[in-house]
Each structure stands twice: as C-alpha cells, then as structure tokens.
C-alpha cells in the first residue's frame, strides 16, 4: 500500500496506518504493515516505490490536513496512467475536497481523472454523520454479500439527509457558487498578499483554500475571534479556508476586510517583538 507523503485519511486501524503524520500513528502501534509513503506530486519517487506486491496508490487530489496543497499540473493524470501499467487500484480520498468544495462536484475532476474507488463523507450530508465509498462494480464484487457490514449503515435519517443535500448540490447551484465566489476570495487573498509581507502563499481551488503565513498563526485565530470570525488552522503556519458553499460574496467582502485588520494588527506585533 501506498500513500502520500503530508497524507490525512482518518484516525481508524486501516485509515491510520496510510496517514502520514506520526504524531496521530505513535500512540496506537502497532498499525498495518507493509505501508510505504511517497511524496506528494513526484511522480518517479512514486515509481520507485511501487512493485509487484503493490495493492494501490491511495491520495487526497488536494491534501487537507497537511496545508490545502493542491497535485501539481499533470501528477494525477500520471498516477492513474502509472496504476494502470501496473495493475493496481487508484484510490483518491475526497471526504474533505469533495462534493463541490472546490468548484467541482469531485476535486479529481480539475484534473480529469477518476479512481477505482473514491472515498466520500463530511458534507455529504449536511452535518449528519454519513460516509460513503464508491468503486466499481467489479470491484465491489470481491466482497460477498454481507460479508461487511455496519450497525448504522443505510440509516435512514442520514441517507435523508445525504439526498437532501446532493439535491441542493446540483440543483441549487452551490457547486458553481464554490467555483465563483471561491475565485472571488482567491483574488481577494492575493490581494492582500501583495500588502502584508507576512504572507509566504495563498493557495487553493474554489472554496478550499490555504494562506500560509511566514509565523504561527495562533494569535491571529485568536483575534479573529474576538472579530467575530472564527478561522480554521492546517500546522502552525498556515491558515485554512473552508466556508460553507452558500457564502456570498458580501460576505466574503467582509471577511477580507477583518483578515485585512487581523493581518495588520499581526505585522505590528511582530515589528514589536523584533524592535
């Protein structure tokens, strides 16, 4: 099995042992063996690295957890072309940049590419605690019927409530609204880039965005709170932008104007501490 270096996919035996982090990993060693992990966009490590004993190649298009870091141009396209040489499984986890987060219904979509199983949950039900996973028909025929189950799985309330939002997905228009005032935001974060030098990077696609700072960002969470703005952190250093798909951009006006003070007030203090 192989996953991406920077990988998040969960904190369960099986999506642990292909999560990258060994903070999250230590305390619960032993995981599952035979785990190796390459870094995110080469694609000859990546060959490197895969042999005959190779099941799949499991990645997040966009990695979440690690800093919002968006596949280089080309690397999926060349991972799916590299899985199919090889004869193994292309697994792309979107539970975080899925369901129209970042402008398209399936983040992999960006890149035209799609994987033999696609792993789906967070909005995929509007706050109600659901996931999915999708694979082929052939793939799914490995299992017997029965031979995996769950308590709640099927619930009625979630599956309700799974329906409801795929339906507000497609046919209220969020997705488009993701890929519109997700751009919108963008822009306004380059923005500001380009006035506070604080800022290393804004990076993203749609409603999924980073802003990696050249500090930690803990103080400025923190006054965003008090600015009535509560911000979202990926490591020390970087701020994440998850907003929900229905924002305007009136809304996201306003935010940019309270970053705009947040990223000031944090200058100061910086020139103060250095001073």
Sequence with gaps: MIAMNGSYHGKSL?????????????????????VAFSPFGDIASLREKIDSD??????????????????????LQDVRKLCDERGIL????????GLGRTGKMWACDHWNTTPDIICLAKGIAGGVPMSATLTR?????????????????????????????????TQDGLVDNAAKVGKFFMDGLEKLKE??????E??????????????????????????????????????RFLPPLVMTEVEITKVLEILDKLFTKESERRKNVQG
């Design 90 to 97: 292309l697994i792309f986890d979107e539970i975080q940049a």
């Design 202 to 239: 804004v990076r993203g696609k749609g409603m999924m965005i980073g802003v990696e700072m050249k500090f930690e960002v803990k103080d400025i969470l923190m006054d965003g709170i008090q600015e009535g703005v509560l911000l979202l952190y990926s490591g020390r250093n970087i701020l």
């Design 14 to 34: 099986g999506s642990l042992s292909v999560t990258f982090n060994p903070k999250y990993r230590k305390a619960f060693m032993p995981l599952v063996e035979k």
């Design 195 to 200: 006035k506070h030098s604080i800022i290393r």
């Design 137 to 169: 028909p052939d793939i799914l025929a490995a299992m017997s019927k029965g031979e995996h189950s769950s308590t709640f799985g099927g619930n009625p309330l979630s599956c309700a409530a799974g329906i409801a939002t795929i339906q507000a997905l």
């Design 54 to 75: 190779t099941a799949f190649v499991i990645m997040e298009p966009i990695q979440g957890e690690s800093g919002i870091n968006v596949s280089p141009p080309g690397f």
